[in-house]
């Protein structure tokens, strides 16, 4: 079994900055891709940001270049920088992985960027 939770939302002004935080229970953080998502109001969930156990990222192409996800495997704690954000950047972020074939989602962190 697998805990996730997300912290550091808020309110944010188009252009600021915001970091994420994702606490994961479990001694085998380490091995495990780790991902950030993203639901925005009468939209789906997209992926935003994703990180391999050994380091590797992945990020979708619309925040290419403004967000930054990194993990700390001693703290079992995964992050998203997320700088220059825009309004359309405001969702609620959830934290994933996927762990011996079961999904774990953390219960999200409300993101509003807003002048």
């Known amino acids: 079994q697998v805990q996730l939770v997300e912290s550091g939302g808020g309110l944010v002004q188009p252009g600021g900055s915001l970091r994420l935080s994702c606490a994961a229970s479990g001694s085998i953080f380490s091995r495990y891709t780790m991902d950030w998502h993203r639901q925005a109001p009468g939209k789906q969930r997209e992926l935003v940001a994703q990180i391999t156990s050994d380091g590797s990222t992945n990020y979708a192409d619309s925040v290419k270049g403004r967000f930054t996800i990194s993990r700390d495997n001693a703290k079992n704690t995964v992050y998203l920088q997320m700088n220059r954000v825009k309004p359309e950047d405001t969702a609620v972020y959830y934290c994933?992985?996927?762990?011996?074939?079961?999904?774990?989602w953390g219960e999200g962190t409300l993101v509003t960027v807003s002048s």
């Open positions: 994933h992985c996927i762990q011996r074939g079961m999904n774990y």
